[in-house]
């Protein structure tokens, strides 16, 4: 059985040459990290445990177990939005940069200069909720931060705006060199994402998956990012100056293509772990193909169309634009998970593979994410989206892709490369995921469950007939927080030890 080369490289990306996906075989080697990838999954890992405890906060006042004041949970509602879309973005930029700066140069300058601003915007947001009391929601729906009726001042909303802003300046940035360095090495953003191939036929295998998941992450993330600046300018011009305006429909439909592009593009940095890592313990290279590089072009077209589903609600919308966002509905994610489900399942059949931890991580990710579409594809009918969107069936099937798919992708990195030996090969590492995986299912299905029995979403207090599954949910999201406290302390404490080589 063939043994591929875990990593020999510096990961200071400065090797420019495009490597071989099929490259040479050999044993697992040390492996270097950035400290800039580092001090992202840092705070990406410690900001989880702190957002994760201001969820199970709101899951528990639900439940009428913990007296959490209605402002108190909006503004816990804000913080847990943000904050987990935030910390989504940095570790899925983290788990890119990592892998593309072995294939093209990446600016170490712009990599830090992401994280600072990254930090000053998240040091404005939390000033803006917890001391200025914003509680408009990470989704800041015009024109709702100007219209508080005395909650929170111009004042916090500008900090909430503010430091939303500062963020998505430094992703920009770091999209700007992403796509400037692979543009200098494969040619253009096109010849990253392998569409040059399809058009020619002549499909090249050795190109390797982590730049077609990167062009693909930078062009989408570019043009949500740019169009989330227009109306978070705006709303920052209009707190001080009512009379500068925009139409209510023209901004909410930019906010949502910003918002669902920039949570969708965390996941399509992150599965980059799953093409690069699972490889390693299957002992098998993971090919690009025609498949593949037709999945990630429809992708990336799908996932900047399909906004609209958001927007079914919303009589006033073109309707030519509700019918699209039905249709790509069911688009949208399937190719890239037909593809990387299928490649997956190839990858390990008959592999012989090892089935330590990161790998049982990366697998459970293909599961969570597949499983979360499913709710996700049903919400986008429009019959079913009238009475369903406004429901919990929504945090559901988010909750469900997001804790279950994306996380573990974060997870398994993490543990890849700082869990060390063993990695939890048995016993406890196994057992921790099977909590999770049963902790996490627990929870997206009662979201999913009241969602089905029509029990609204966004409400700080719920009916007694509702209050069953809050409970349930809250006992889930306890194990869910108690697995993830022992991963992040175990994470954490080998990071900061000063060698830590990843044996696949
Ligand atoms: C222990 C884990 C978690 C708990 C207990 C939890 C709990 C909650 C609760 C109670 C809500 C409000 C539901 C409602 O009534 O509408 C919520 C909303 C939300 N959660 Fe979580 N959550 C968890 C993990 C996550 C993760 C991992 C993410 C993303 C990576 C996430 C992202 C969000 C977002 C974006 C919202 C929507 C906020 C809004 O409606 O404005 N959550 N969560």
Not at 96 to 109: D, K
Not at 241 to 260: M, R, S
Not at 402 to 413: D, R
Not at 449 to 475: C, F, L, Y
Request: positive net charge.
């Amino acid at each position: 059985m063939n043994t591929v080369v875990l990593d020999t490289d510096t990961g200071t990306g400065t090797d420019a040459t495009p490597m071989a996906l099929d490259r040479p075989v050999s044993p697992a080697g040390a492996s270097h990290v950035h400290p800039g990838v580092r001090a992202y999954l840092a705070t990406s890992l410690v900001l989880l445990v702190l957002m994760m405890l201001a969820g199970l906060a709101m899951r528990a006042a639900q439940a009428g177990w913990l007296p959490v004041p209605l402002d108190r949970f909006y503004q816990l509602m804000t913080l847990h939005g943000a904050g987990m879309v935030g910390l989504a973005g940095l570790a899925g930029a983290a788990i890119m940069w990592h892998f593309l700066s072995r294939q093209v140069r990446l600016s170490e300058g712009i990599l830090w200069a992401n994280f600072i601003l990254f930090l000053l915007g998240v040091a404005m947001i939390l000033a803006a909720i917890l001391v200025g009391g914003y509680a408009g929601g990470w989704t800041f729906l015009w024109p709702l931060p100007a219209m508080s009726m005395g909650v929170w001042s111009p004042h916090a909303a500008a900090g909430f705006i503010g430091g939303l802003l500062l963020i998505g300046v430094g992703f920009l940035l770091f999209c700007l060199d992403s796509g400037l360095a692979i543009t200098r090495t494969y040619g253009s953003l096109w010849a990253g994402l392998g569409v040059d191939q399809l058009i020619s036929g002549r499909i090249d295998t050795a190109h390797p998956p982590v730049v077609v998941a990167s062009s693909m992450s930078v062009i989408v993330n570019t043009v949500g990012i740019l169009t989330g600046a227009v109306v978070l300018v705006v709303t920052l011009v209009n707190l001080y100056v009512p009379a500068f305006a925009i139409n209510a429909l023209l901004a909410k439909n930019l906010i949502y293509f910003f918002g669902h592009v920039f949570i969708n593009a965390t996941i399509y940095m992150s599965v980059i772990a799953v093409y690069e890592l699972l490889p390693l313990y299957a002992g098998r290279p993971w090919k690009a193909s025609r498949p593949f590089y037709a999945a990630w072009a429809a992708a990336t077209v799908f996932v900047m169309a399909v906004y609209p589903h958001h927007l079914l609600l919303d009589g006033v919308m073109p309707a030519p634009l509700l019918v699209l966002g039905q249709i790509v509905s069911y688009l949208s994610g399937i190719p890239v998970l037909l593809v990387t489900a299928y490649g997956a399942l190839m990858l390990v059949h008959r592999s012989g593979i090892r089935w330590k931890a990161p790998a049982l991580w990366l697998m459970l990710a293909i599961y969570g994410w597949s499983a979360g579409v499913i709710p996700a594809i049903v919400d986008g009918t429009i019959v079913v989206n009238k009475v369903m969107h406004n429901t919990m069936w929504v945090p559901g099937h988010f909750h469900l892709y997001l804790l279950l798919g994306l996380l573990p992708m974060v997870i398994g990195f993490c543990l890849h490369f700082f869990a060390g030996e063993p990695s939890g090969t048995a016993g406890r590492g196994r057992g921790l995921v099977a909590l999770y995986l049963v902790a996490g299912a627990v929870f997206g299905a009662a979201f999913l469950a009241q969602g089905w029995s029509s029990v609204p979403r966004r409400w700080a207090e719920h009916w007694p007939q509702w209050v069953a599954g809050d409970q349930v949910a809250t006992i889930a999201a306890i194990g869910l927080v108690l697995c993830t406290v022992l991963l992040v302390a175990t994470v954490l404490i080998r990071m900061a030890r000063p060698a830590h080589v990843a044996q696949a």
